[in-house]
């Protein structure tokens, strides 16, 4: 079966090299050689037949998929005499200057800089625009700036979709989220000259569902670019943080580099009240943990692109991610069992490495291949107080994962201006988990050993149109068919995707989209294993554990590209989640992943800036009805639905030009929300920052507080038929940190594409 699968991805890889097609593309520039955005350029026929309309993106770019010749464009933009350019050949047209028109004046024209572009299903956002006046310090700082990014629970998520993937350059990869977040942590702010959101990614991006596209700058001269910092950051312990990048290019090779080095500490805990319901008896039982963490992260990212002719190009990108130390130290006390801590230690260096290779010609084929490295050995030392039940033991844990990715993409033009898309993916992924127990102890912990052995295929193959009617209606239609296979688990699953856009005026703006995905659990959340947390908590794995099916829909409007207004709808078929649990059968807390009969969302959001001289503000509105079902809850069933409410409202103002002094104020608000039978807490915070940029722009000194009142973790209650429990979460949330950054050489960019890794379903 492996052998037929490779043999029809590569006969396929062979056979669709030959289908390239020319296009009639160029830029559009101004008098003084400034890229001209979103001017209309219609292109007819010889004798003035209409055949398309297209708009220029940020760089001036714009590209119609046709080789009619002679032709006729016509340049048109509210600030600058229209111009008609006649044609016989296609190469003629590389480069338009425009000419402003007399009655427009400067202010104006500077003015017209715009923060956000919508092309092609995208809302693309020019980020040194988007956080010209924020306290930012890396590219995760970035995304929390993009409007209706929220950050839960340490990931990020995008209002109206239902999970949120990141890609660096528009490349599929097999990086994990939890370690693609680690990079992007570390990553500098600069490093990123634009961010493209998408509520329905088209397929050729090999992600599901929403995603961010961060598009990296690119050195557009010989010169060297760089960026260096350094960040001292300061919750209940400090924490150290150095980073360094270069970018550099000529005619013919393109290589950026990036570092960073963190060390720190952190603690966490909870205070746990349970009313336990055992053989007809209630167990009050109070619950004390404390968690101290020590770490040390490595991240590594190297690139290289070579330009092999005009339109074609090789890509190389080498990531890299090493954990020597992570240490941390669980102490538990109760007023009904014993004292007990517990140790978690790596054995060896937690590593992961990355590799890909992407081969793209003329924007229409791309060929790559992806590989991810994992391993992970951990060891744990468990012992209580008890005199009666003393329990002593030590655990051996090991995850070792090997990722492999290969991926085609290609487009063709067809006739009356129809696009077609087509592609496919193969991915293989080898999991080795192990878990052994040596009990200290007369206990015999044997049963509790784990050695699982898990292998996954899926195999993706798409086809989709799209098509523009006129200069203001386009719309884009993909299917993709997914065979996945996990042991003996297989399944064949259908997922459509559909992006429209109408351009009323550009002020008037209207998308659509509809998109489905696929979420897959950890690979270590389906194992049948057992870990300690403390002489009542416990977490299961789980082997009957399934993917979900989630269907989003996304109605936008956009009003002078400013003001958004989204109606959305989020539908989970057999969603998971992990939650505690109250044993019947014995005096445990049991924390598992399982599976719900369905959950939903029907919102609007709402997001409204307002811009008044120094001082700039952005209100976000986001209010959903969430309800959600599941018979089989272990050994109990619940059905809830609740309406809540998210409110951010973000600031920035100019304190003084000279010196350049910045400074932000950011508010944050959720009501009360659901977690299964369970229900969290309100939550709020508030963030606090001043920037001092020197005179030439190059030193930057940030001191920023967040969640100044470590208020942004909430407590669980839960109180459902025989649950009943209260958990308050001490927060280590509040931080004040202090970062001065350095940047040297000529930054002159140039938009540039490249890779993304997935590596969500790793570790634990």
Same mark, same amino acid.
């Given at each position: 079966?492996?052998?037929?699968?490779? @043999?029809?991805?590569?006969?396929?890889?062979?056979?669709?090299?030959?289908?390239?097609?020319?296009?009639?593309?160029?830029?559009?520039?101004?008098?003084?050689? !400034?890229?001209?955005?979103?001017?209309?350029?219609?292109?007819?026929?010889?004798?003035?037949? #209409?055949?398309?309309?297209?708009?220029?993106?940020?760089?001036?770019?714009?590209?119609?998929?046709?080789?009619?010749?002679?032709?006729?464009?016509?340049?048109?933009?509210?600030?600058?005499?229209?111009?008609?350019?006649?044609?016989?050949?296609?190469?003629?047209?590389?480069?338009?200057?425009?000419?402003?028109?007399?009655?427009?004046?400067?202010?104006?024209?500077?003015?017209?800089? !715009?923060? @956000?572009?919508?092309?092609?299903?995208?809302?693309?956002?020019?980020?040194?625009?988007?956080?010209?006046?924020?306290?930012?310090?890396?590219?995760?700082?970035?995304?929390?700036?993009?409007?209706?990014?929220?950050?839960?629970?340490?990931?990020?998520?995008?209002?109206?979709?239902?999970?949120?993937?990141?890609?660096?350059?528009?490349?599929?990869?097999?990086?994990?989220?939890?370690?693609?977040?680690?990079?992007?942590?570390?990553?500098?702010?600069?490093?990123?000259?634009?961010?493209?959101?998408?509520?329905?990614?088209?397929? +050729?991006?090999?992600?599901?569902?929403?995603?961010?596209?961060?598009?990296?700058?690119?050195?557009?001269?010989?010169?060297?670019?760089?960026?260096?910092?350094?960040?001292?950051?300061?919750?209940?312990?400090?924490?150290?943080?150095?980073?360094?990048?270069?970018?550099?290019?000529?005619?013919?090779?393109?290589?950026? #580099?990036?570092?960073?080095?963190?060390?720190?500490? =952190?603690?966490?805990?909870?205070?746990?009240?349970?009313?336990?319901?055992?053989?007809?008896?209630?167990?009050?039982?109070?619950?004390?943990?404390?968690?101290?963490?020590? #770490?040390?992260?490595?991240?590594?990212?190297?690139?290289?692109?070579?330009?092999?002719?005009?339109?074609?190009?090789?890509?190389?990108?080498?990531?890299?991610?090493?954990?020597?130390?992570?240490?941390?130290?669980?102490?538990?006390?109760?007023?009904?069992?014993?004292?007990?801590?517990?140790?978690?230690?790596?054995?060896?260096?937690?590593?992961?490495?990355?590799?890909?290779?992407?081969?793209?010609?003329?924007?229409? @084929?791309?060929?790559?291949?992806?590989?991810?490295?994992?391993?992970?050995?951990?060891?744990?030392?468990?012992?209580?107080?008890?005199?009666?039940?003393?329990?002593?033991?030590? =655990?051996?844990?090991?995850?070792?994962?090997?990722?492999?990715?290969?991926? @085609?993409?290609?487009?063709?033009?067809?006739?009356?201006?129809? *696009?077609?898309?087509?592609?496919?993916?193969?991915?293989? =992924? &080898?999991?080795?988990?192990?878990?052994?127990?040596? *009990?200290?102890?007369?206990?015999?912990?044997?049963?509790?050993?784990?050695?699982?052995?898990?292998?996954?295929?899926?195999?993706?193959?798409?086809?989709?149109?799209?098509? *523009?009617?006129?200069?203001?209606?386009?719309?884009?239609?993909?299917?993709?068919?997914?065979?996945?296979?996990?042991? *003996?688990?297989?399944?064949?699953?259908?997922?459509?995707?559909?992006?429209?856009?109408?351009?009323?005026?550009?002020?008037?703006?209207?998308?659509?989209?509809?998109?489905?995905?696929?979420?897959?659990?950890?690979?270590?959340?389906?194992?049948?294993?057992?870990?300690?947390?403390?002489?009542?908590?416990?977490?299961?794995?789980?082997?009957?554990?399934?993917?979900?099916?989630?269907?989003?829909?996304?109605?936008?409007?956009? $009003?002078?590209?400013?003001?958004?207004?989204?109606?959305?709808?989020?539908?989970?078929?057999?969603?998971?989640?992990?939650?505690?649990?109250?044993?019947?059968?014995? $005096? &445990?807390?049991?924390?598992?992943?399982?599976?719900?009969?369905?959950?939903?969302?029907?919102?609007?959001?709402?997001?409204?800036?307002?811009?008044?001289?120094?001082? %700039?503000?952005?209100?976000?509105?986001?209010?959903?009805?969430?309800?959600?079902?599941?018979?089989?809850?272990?050994?109990?069933?619940?059905?809830?639905?609740?309406?809540?409410?998210?409110?951010?409202?973000?600031?920035?103002?100019?304190?003084?030009?000279?010196?350049?002094?910045?400074?932000?104020?950011?508010?944050?608000?959720? %009501?009360?929300?659901?977690?299964?039978?369970?229900?969290?807490?309100?939550?709020?915070?508030?963030?606090?920052?001043?920037?001092?940029?020197?005179?030439?722009?190059?030193?930057?000194?940030?001191?920023?507080?967040?969640?100044? #009142?470590?208020?942004?973790?909430?407590?669980?209650?839960?109180?459902?038929?025989? +649950?009943?429990?209260?958990?308050?979460?001490?927060?280590?949330?509040?931080?004040?940190?202090?970062?001065?950054?350095?940047?040297?050489?000529?930054?002159?960019?140039?938009?540039?594409?490249?890779?993304?890794?997935?590596?969500?379903?790793?570790?634990?």
């Amino acid at each position: 079966m492996r052998k037929k699968i490779l @043999l029809f991805i590569f006969s396929i890889i062979i056979f669709s090299i030959p289908l390239q097609s020319q296009e009639i593309k160029g830029i559009i520039i101004d008098e003084k050689n !400034n890229p001209v955005e979103y001017a209309t350029v219609i292109l007819q026929t010889h004798d003035s037949v #209409f055949v398309a309309a297209v708009y220029t993106d940020t760089m001036g770019s714009f590209r119609f998929k046709s080789t009619i010749t002679p032709f006729r464009l016509i340049i048109q933009h509210v600030l600058y005499e229209t111009k008609i350019i006649e044609s016989i050949n296609i190469d003629d047209v590389k480069t338009i200057m425009m000419t402003t028109k007399e009655n427009i004046l400067k202010e104006v024209v500077i003015k017209s800089e !715009n923060m @956000l572009e919508v092309s092609n299903g995208k809302l693309i956002y020019n980020v040194p625009i988007l956080i010209k006046n924020k306290i930012v310090n890396n590219a995760y700082d970035v995304m929390l700036e993009l409007p209706g990014i929220w950050e839960d629970n340490g990931f990020l998520s995008l209002i109206g979709a239902n999970s949120l993937s990141v890609i660096i350059n528009g490349k599929p990869s097999t990086m994990s989220k939890n370690q693609l977040i680690e990079l992007l942590k570390n990553m500098p702010s600069e490093n990123i000259e634009k961010a493209e959101i998408m509520y329905s990614t088209p397929p +050729q991006y090999h992600v599901k569902g929403a995603s961010i596209n961060l598009i990296i700058k690119r050195n557009y001269s010989d010169d060297i670019y760089g960026h260096a910092s350094i960040e001292y950051d300061q919750k209940y312990y400090d924490n150290y943080k150095t980073s360094f990048s270069l970018l550099f290019n000529n005619s013919k090779i393109y290589t950026d #580099f990036f570092g960073s080095v963190n060390n720190g500490k =952190a603690r966490t805990g909870f205070e746990l009240t349970s009313q336990h319901l055992l053989d007809n008896q209630i167990y009050n039982l109070i619950i004390s943990n404390r968690r101290k963490g020590e #770490f040390q992260t490595y991240n590594a990212r190297i690139g290289l692109d070579y330009n092999i002719a005009e339109n074609s190009r090789l890509s190389f990108i080498y990531t890299s991610q090493i954990i020597p130390r992570s240490d941390t130290r669980d102490t538990s006390t109760s007023n009904y069992f014993s004292n007990s801590i517990n140790k978690n230690t790596y054995l060896k260096p937690e590593q992961m490495h990355n590799i890909h290779l992407d081969y793209s010609k003329n924007d229409r @084929l791309n060929i790559g291949i992806d590989y991810t490295y994992f391993i992970d050995n951990s060891n744990q030392i468990y012992g209580n107080l008890s005199e009666i039940e003393p329990i002593n033991f030590q =655990a051996k844990a090991t995850q070792k994962i090997n990722r492999f990715k290969i991926y @085609l993409d290609n487009s063709k033009e067809l006739i009356k201006n129809w *696009s077609l898309n087509y592609g496919l993916e193969f991915s293989y =992924a &080898k999991d080795n988990n192990s878990q052994h127990y040596d *009990s200290k102890t007369n206990d015999n912990l044997d049963e509790l050993n784990v050695n699982a052995k898990q292998n996954e295929y899926t195999c993706d193959i798409y086809s989709g149109f799209s098509k *523009s009617f006129s200069s203001k209606l386009s719309i884009s239609i993909d299917l993709t068919g997914e065979y996945y296979q996990l042991n *003996s688990y297989k399944k064949w699953t259908l997922f459509p995707t559909i992006s429209s856009s109408f351009v009323y005026s550009p002020i008037h703006i209207f998308r659509l989209n509809l998109s489905s995905e696929k979420i897959y659990p950890a690979y270590w959340e389906m194992n049948n294993f057992v870990t300690f947390l403390n002489d009542y908590a416990e977490i299961y794995g789980n082997p009957e554990l399934q993917p979900y099916q989630s269907y989003s829909t996304q109605l936008s409007y956009i $009003l002078k590209k400013m003001y958004i207004f989204t109606i959305y709808n989020i539908y989970n078929d057999n969603y998971f989640v992990q939650l505690p649990y109250q044993s019947p059968d014995q $005096l &445990k807390l049991i924390y598992q992943t399982t599976n719900f009969d369905y959950a939903n969302r029907i919102g609007i959001n709402i997001l409204t800036p307002f811009t008044k001289g120094i001082f %700039s503000s952005r209100l976000t509105t986001n209010v959903f009805f969430y309800r959600t079902k599941n018979l089989y809850f272990h050994d109990i069933s619940f059905e809830k639905n609740k309406c809540i409410l998210y409110l951010q409202l973000n600031n920035a103002f100019t304190i003084s030009n000279k010196p350049n002094i910045k400074a932000e104020i950011n508010m944050f608000y959720a %009501s009360k929300n659901l977690q299964g039978p369970g229900e969290l807490s309100s939550i709020y915070k508030i963030d606090m920052g001043i920037k001092l940029i020197s005179s030439k722009g190059k030193l930057e000194l940030n001191l920023k507080g967040n969640d100044l #009142f470590n208020s942004w973790v909430p407590d669980l209650t839960m109180k459902y038929s025989n +649950q009943d429990l209260f958990m308050h979460t001490i927060p280590d949330s509040r931080m004040i940190s202090l970062s001065l950054n350095y940047k040297f050489g000529n930054d002159r960019n140039k938009e540039k594409k490249r890779e993304n890794i997935d590596t969500s379903r790793f570790g634990k």
